[in-house]
């Protein structure tokens, strides 16, 4: 319970359960409260967690890093009075707020960039699957070459927000700030280097023929002007491919390192 005059109001009705909340959605524990000050722990348990936030964040680190790492971690029911100091209380609503959430954030790679990255990759894939074939009519709009860029930059977004997902993950492993996953081991079974240097090559190669057949369509017309809805409906998906090609070249190296200090 919570005494009259105990929590402000934006912390009773906002704060504190919003940021519970999201805690709860993205670390699968069912504590109800993420801020509540009195705590009690096995002196070695709260060690072998290596916390490491300096603000009021290590409220939310502590419930985090023990349903993390597998902790037995229990909710015992207490009420919450008022202070009976005269000072003022030293949590800042709005920046401490913001830090919880930062830290919430920060340690789930899956809502901060896979969710995200997904999203966005599916409508780009969509829109533009929709849009290569022509302008699209809908609601009296018509839907054009505009509207096939900026599908196009919503999958390069979306596969580059994966594959941050996917660095941020590897990176708090390697340095102890997330348990070990072992869907990431199983996958790292089977991809390389080499399987990323592949599918990278293929996308750049694919983007070359688009890009030679957009030229030999602008020879058929001895190279003058051409009409840019036709023309640029080619463009775009070859330099979408290229992109996409080349991003995953460099960043199979990048996850070759990343993985080369994962298992040392």
């Known amino acids: ?7 402000p109001f934006l912390h009773r009705y906002l704060g504190n359960p919003v940021l519970s909340t999201i805690g709860r959605l993205f670390f699968n524990t069912p504590i109800r409260d993420f801020h509540c000050g009195l705590r009690g722990f096995r002196r070695d348990a709260i060690l072998n967690l290596d916390l490491r936030t300096t603000g009021m964040e290590f409220a939310s680190e502590m419930v985090v ?15 919450l009075s008022q202070a009976g100091r005269s000072r ?7 920046q401490d707020g913001w830090r919880h959430l930062r830290f919430l954030l920060l340690y789930s790679p899956r809502w901060l960039f896979l969710y995200p990255g997904l999203l966005l990759m599916l409508l780009g894939l969509l ?7 022509g302008p699209v009519d809908l609601a009296g709009r018509t839907f054009d070459i505009h509207s096939l860029l ?11 927000a994966i594959l941050f997902a996917v660095f941020t993950k590897i990176f708090a492993i390697s340095e102890g ?8 081991t199983r996958i790292f079974q089977f991809i390389r280097l080499e399987t990323g240097l592949v599918v990278g090559g293929v996308l750049i190669l694919l983007g070359i023929c688009i890009s030679v057949y957009a030229y030999w369509s602008w020879s058929v017309r001895a190279f003058g002007d051409l009409e840019p809805s036709r023309t640029l409906r080619i463009v775009i998906p070859a330099v979408l491919t290229l992109i996409l090609g080349v991003q995953t070249v460099l960043y199979s190296f990048f996850l070759s390192v990343l993985g080369l200090r994962r298992r040392k």
């Open 150 to 160: 900026y599908s196009s930059m919503a999958i390069v977004l979306g596969y580059q």
């Open 1 to 7: 319970g919570i005494s009259p005059g105990a929590m």
């Open 65 to 79: 890093k023990a349903s993390l790492f597998g902790c037995k971690v229990a909710e015992v029911p207490t009420t």
């Open 88 to 94: 003022a209380p030293h949590l800042r609503t709005w």
């Open 127 to 133: 829109i533009s699957s929709v849009l290569f074939t």
């Open 177 to 184: 700030l997330l348990p070990e996953d072992r869907r990431l």
